[in-house]
């Protein structure tokens, strides 16, 4: 005997985690305002599960300069471990944690600072 299944019923929901269209277009607005100073050459989006990142390449076969990060709500992130949990986005560079908080404008002041020399 044959029953009528609703495909609707038994289709995942997706189970990645993504960027608004507001977030992705100021995302890329800084991004085109540091490739037209000569600073970015390239960029990578990955969607996972638990985390989306925009990451920055100053050459496309190098490691990312920056990871812009947005976190799910719970578990563990395979980005920076539980203590990247304490905020909603975060901004790493070579893996070490530059900004966190709640609001994505929030933590991309930290490339509004101005660069300073630290010499040893």
Known sequence: M???VRLSDHRRKSPYLHFTRPEL???LGLYAARVSKGEWRDYAIHLGSEAASFMVFRHSQENPL???S???AGGKSRTRGPNARNGRYVVLSRERKLSQGHSL???LAVFDRPIRLVSS
């Open 105 to 107: 404008d929030d933590v």
């Open 2 to 4: 044959t029953s009528v």
């Open 66 to 68: 920056f990871v812009i």
């Open 25 to 27: 277009n100021r995302l």
């Open 70 to 72: 947005k976190l799910s």
